[in-house]
């Protein structure tokens, strides 16, 4: 099916059109339109709708944008390509559809990238989240030799096996729209689509807020504080877990308290990663932080299964 | 006979797996068709990102029906083994058996049995789904529905589609029909993804190659890899360009394309400032792209690099060139950005004084800065042999003490040793790890260095392995050598040796290219005294840190493992040897030029030397074979005689340069004459001595001239006299030709001496005297080589 949109929120034209447009295409398909999760994240396979809802034998189809937050990425606004807040298209579908390569083709299509115009290629990418404690195999997809979506078949997730298997596309929007729009510089994407006196660029939204918080990323976050709220996130998951968990004489082994639960583990990671920025973290330590949070997201996977929404039956 | 094509179509497959999977199918469906009965006249593989193709020719319609008689028991034998008859050879009643006489036996029974053969199309329906579900990959995934559950189908990426048709070239081919996991075999493939992406129906290999071609496939990955070598040549010779060209690359290339169209695109010529290396690496490590240079240059590149698409795009490529053109700028403006990074100042210099002050830095000069931060930044070289800097100041300290005993400057040497490891923190190096050392090279050259130092920082890690460059400046030498003897006397202080086939920490590289740079720079070094140094230089930084340092590292090691040695009796008894050569190598390094600080100079002074020695000796003997055994693979491999090397290799030698000169003079003299019969006479004499000493025979310690009898023996022993003293002469000016030339002499008196004297005399004394006289022999000979292990 196609949607007619006005021609200023072509994706060629406005970043947010290139957002509605991939909402139109996955909700044609049948996805459910979720918003992004109301935490900082570092990727959007952090979005319990991706990280839980990948576990169990339920199927589930979902998209959703989600910002994303990489500390270690700021670069005070000065690199063109470099962002520590930047916008993932998350889409999981669960089990992966047997022409799921064709449907993300098709999306591309939808967005203006003409396959026989562009050279499209899956190129061999292997993905794995240490902290999440999961992996999978796809490929980096590559339009004239940039890489603009990451496509994965999820085996493990939370260090447990998938069954059934979910395919994952993510798509960096800010890239994407870089190319569709014919830009060279990320602060120069035309956000709204309008030109001249309504033109709203990237740079407009964002620029100020990334020069802030590299400085806030890099040199003034206070680290004591965040070491002391690493250490609570993870005692709160921890103590959630334990507090929801089924009682020995439940009918139904039911756990009561996963997503609260989760939200300190990916708590956790994002303080992590902002610790890892300010560079207080040495070598050795830094495995032992990625081990911690990969326990808390291993625990609550665990707890997801004994849910509802995880299979068990009602 | 019919042929067979196979064809697994799935999702794209990585590159680099594509070749050895398409030998795995080949091999594993032709090794079960013969198992099964079947022969084929020919097999051959193919691959593309999408398919791994197997064309089998003359293949038999059938295996052949088996015949086969089975024994059984005694016709009055008990039911339970006319049960167990039964069973083995199944047979539902005894009446399907036969009943045969025999003389000695009686009667038996015994079973007909004949298999029919089974129709090749039966066998491989079986066999196929069998294979794919066994598939070797070296990584496989579950996918869609099916993986809910256990035991479902894994392949590399999802399996799209099977092919499988059989027959003869006379008639319509059949499909072979299988299922497996809900794919069921077929004779349609489907072309290129965008180009044709249409179902093709196919009867056998060679109207699917052709219908492939039509459909944009080029099946075969050699032709694939010629087309893109010759249109890139091409496109770059229009352009007044030479190709970079990069056979790893084009491999990878080859298996990223079904329908391979080279392009050329562009960046601007101000990144050509980055070093060449780090453009070509980065537009391949991240692009897959390759570089050219302008026609006749041999270093710089061009601003033209050359990409690979998978369609004939509608507008000829101009999109993918521009698009690709500004991936490749981006990533070289990274590459930019570390290269001018790495020559400024880093932001944390106020932490890095201390380590600045252990080694000597000036913290204005950038290398410096990055030495500084490796040690600052406590960087683990091995979890129990310390961190980089740690290491750095052994090499460092190592390197200084070898360098006036090759000839090098003690100063630039320990200089370029303290710099050596310096370019691992530098972004450029992060980047790409295989330019360590080139990318020090560049930075030391920029912030000053001398050159010397500067080539030792590059140079350091070579060679690396039989084929790679030795350096020859003596900086370099040293830095190299010390490199190498800290990793095999730290690595053998933990006990990680090589065995067998595992070596993770390529010790055995390490020790061969210690011997090829003595050898191919001549070096007069005692490896036993290097070593020794090597240990020194670990004992003297444990020294300065004591027992209650952060890291102890080798040093604790060594320490430890000293000890253990100083309880073993039988190892100290070995001790003696080992000294002499110690003394020796310290008497050659001159010791007032030796250590350069306090704690060094006691160290190797006298007192201490001799209490570590005792317990030293075994460890370094043990190292010291290492060594042996890499120089004879060497000296091997350059086709020297193996009997000769063991001839003359004792355990306690450590002069790898004169092994070599006495392997070659000895081999120059068993050629002539006088070496044969020369050989010849003292094996007899050391047969006569073996013999003698078994039987405790006594043998006088010296030679009496009075005992001396017959003329014979008389000047056998003047000649003995006189050849003893010039060869030995010749041996302390290591002038071996020389000193076979001498015991050359002897030939003609030995030979006499076994004609004309009979050893066993009745007279003991004088028995005894000629005993001695044939251990003269044999000691005379033993100057130069132990010629009982010499062949012939």
């Given at each position: 099916m196609t949607i007619e949109i006005p021609a200023h929120m072509h994706p060629s034209r406005s970043f947010q059109g290139l957002i509605l447009t991939l909402h139109n295409y996955w909700a044609a398909y049948g996805c459910v339109i979720l918003q992004p999760y109301d935490m900082e994240v570092g990727?959007?396979?952090?979005?319990p709708a991706t990280t839980l809802r990948a576990l169990g034998p339920r199927g589930w189809n979902a998209a959703y944008v989600q910002p994303s937050?990489?500390?270690?990425?700021?670069r005070y606004g000065e690199n063109p390509n470099r962002l520590q807040h930047y916008y993932q298209y998350q889409v999981i579908l669960k089990p992966n559809p047997p022409n799921l390569q064709e449907l993300y083709l098709g999306s591309l299509k939808a967005i203006g990238v003409d396959p026989l115009l562009h050279d499209i290629r899956f190129v061999e990418d292997d993905w794995e989240s240490p902290t999440l404690g999961a992996w999978g195999l796809g490929w980096e997809c590559w339009c004239d030799g940039m890489e603009v979506s990451q496509f994965t078949y999820f085996q493990q997730v939370c260090g447990i096996e998938c069954a059934p298997v979910a395919g994952e596309l993510t798509y960096g929007l800010e890239r994407l729209a870089m190319y569709v729009q014919g830009v060279d510089n990320v602060y120069d994407l035309n956000f709204n689509g309008r030109e001249g006196a309504d033109k709203v660029t990237y740079g407009e939204v964002f620029l100020q807020a990334e020069q802030e918080y590299s400085r806030h990323n890099f040199e003034y976050a206070n680290t004591a504080m965040l070491l002391r709220h690493f250490d609570d996130a993870e005692a709160e998951c921890k103590a959630l877990l334990e507090a929801g968990a089924p009682a020995s004489n439940d009918n139904l082994p039911m756990h009561k308290m996963v997503f609260p639960a989760y939200d300190q583990c990916i708590k956790a990671s994002h303080v992590f990663n902002l610790l890892d920025a300010r560079g207080v973290i040495s070598v050795t330590e830094r495995q032992s932080y990625i081990l911690r949070v990969r326990n808390l997201a291993k625990a609550c996977g665990e707890a997801f299964l004994k849910t509802q929404a995880g299979g068990l039956a009602a | 006979m019919p042929d067979l094509l196979l064809e697994l179509r799935s999702e794209e497959i990585p590159a680099r797996m594509q070749r050895k999977a398409a030998g795995d199918l080949k091999k594993m469906l032709t090794d079960g068709l013969v198992e099964a009965g079947l022969t084929y006249e020919a097999a051959r593989e193919y691959w593309t990102p999408r398919r791994l193709t197997l064309d089998i020719r003359g293949l038999t319609a059938r295996s052949k029906d088996i015949h086969e008689d089975i024994k059984g028991p005694s016709t009055t034998a008990p039911e339970q083994a006319v049960q167990g008859f039964l069973r083995k050879a199944g047979l539902s009643s005894i009446a399907e058996a036969h009943v045969h006489s025999d003389p000695k036996k009686g009667d038996f029974y015994v079973a007909h049995i004949s298999k029919p053969g089974k129709a090749a199309e039966e066998i491989i329906a079986a066999l196929v789904p069998d294979i794919i579900r066994n598939f070797p990959w070296p990584k496989s995934m579950r996918w869609g529905p099916a993986s809910a559950k256990p035991g479902s189908l894994r392949w590399v990426r999802p399996l799209q589609s099977i092919l499988c048709t059989f027959g003869p070239e006379t008639e319509e081919p059949v499909v072979v029909d299988f299922e497996i996991d809900g794919i069921r075999s077929g004779n349609v493939t489907w072309g290129h993804r965008f180009l044709a992406p249409g179902e093709i129906t196919v009867r056998r290999f060679d109207d699917y190659v052709g219908k492939l071609e039509a459909a944009k496939v080029v099946l075969d990955a050699d032709r694939r890899k010629e087309i893109i070598l010759a249109d890139a040549r091409n496109l770059a010779f229009a352009n007044g360009l030479d190709l970079v060209e990069d056979e790893g690359l084009l491999e990878e290339v080859s298996g990223l394309v079904e329908w391979p169209v080279v392009l050329m695109g562009e960046f601007e010529?101000?990144?050509?400032?980055?070093p060449a290396e780090v453009i070509r690496l980065t537009i391949r490590a991240n692009q897959k792209c390759f570089v050219t240079r302008p026609q006749g240059e041999g270093e710089a590149l061009s601003n033209r690099f050359l990409l690979t698409a998978n369609i004939e795009a509608r507008d000829g490529g101009k999109e993918i060139a521009h698009g690709n053109g500004k991936v490749v700028r981006a990533r070289l403006s990274d590459a930019l950005y570390f290269w001018t990074t790495d020559q400024g100042d880093l932001p944390d210099l106020g932490q890095l004084q201390a380590s600045a002050k252990k080694f000597g830095l000036d913290l204005k000069k950038p290398l410096d800065q990055r030495m500084a931060r490796l040690d600052h930044l406590n960087v683990t070289f091995h979890a129990k042999l310390g961190t980089q800097g740690e290491r750095v100041e052994r090499i460092a300290r190592l390197a200084e003490a070898l360098a006036p005993i090759i000839g090098a400057d003690p100063a630039l040497a320990s200089r370029a040793a303290v710099l050596?490891?310096?370019?691992?923190?530098?972004e450029v190096v992060g980047e790409f790890p295989e330019l360590q050392g080139a990318m020090g090279r560049k930075y030391a050259l920029l912030q000053g260095e001398p050159a010397s130092v500067a080539a030792a920082i590059e140079e350091h890690y070579k060679p690396q392995g039989p084929s790679d460059y030795v350096p020859s400046d003596l900086v370099s030498v040293a830095v190299a050598l010390a490199d190498k003897l800290d990793m095999l006397v730290g690595f053998w202080a933990i006990d990680e040796k090589p065995t067998g086939s595992k070596d993770p920490f390529a010790l055995r590289r390490a020790a061969l290219g210690v011997v090829r740079i003595i050898l191919e720079n001549k070096l007069k070094l005692s490896l036993g005294f290097a070593i020794a140094a090597a240990v020194s230089s670990a004992l003297a930084a444990y020294e300065q840190k004591g027992e209650g340092a952060q890291s102890r590292g080798v040093v604790a090691m060594l320490d430890g493992r000293i000890r253990d040695y100083k309880g073993v009796s039988q190892l100290l008894s070995e001790a003696g040897l080992i000294s002499e050569l110690l003394k020796g190598g310290l008497a050659k390094a001159n010791l007032e030029t030796f250590g350069s600080n306090d704690q060094e100079r006691e160290f190797f002074d006298g007192q201490r030397l001799m209490e570590l020695d005792a317990s030293l000796s075994p460890f370094i003997a043990d190292l010291l074979s290492f060594f042996h055994d890499r120089l004879k693979v060497y000296l091997r491999d350059q086709g020297a005689r193996h009997d000769l090397i063991d001839a003359v290799i004792t355990p306690a030698s450590d002069d790898l340069l004169q092994i070599v000169r006495r392997v070659e003079a000895l081999g120059s003299f068993l050629d002539t004459e006088d070496g044969k019969n020369l050989l010849a006479g003292t094996k007899r004499a050391a047969n006569i001595l073996a013999a003698e000493e078994k039987k405790k025979t006594q043998i006088a310690p010296t030679v009496e001239p009075a005992l001396l009898r017959l003329d014979a023996e008389k000047s056998l022993f003047a000649a003995m006299n006189q050849a003893e003293k010039q060869a030995g002469e010749a041996i302390q000016n290591q002038d071996f030709s020389a000193a076979m030339l001498a015991l050359s002499v002897l030939r003609e008196p030995v030979d006499s001496f076994f004609e004309g004297v009979l050893v066993n005399d009745e007279d003991q004394q004088v028995r005894a005297n000629r005993l001695a006289l044939l251990a003269r022999i044999r000691a005379a000979t033993g100057q130069v080589a132990d010629f009982s292990k010499i062949a012939g």
């Open positions: 990727a959007g396979t952090f979005h937050r990489r500390p270690k990425d700021g | 010529e101000a990144f050509l400032a980055i050596a490891k310096a370019d691992l923190t530098t």
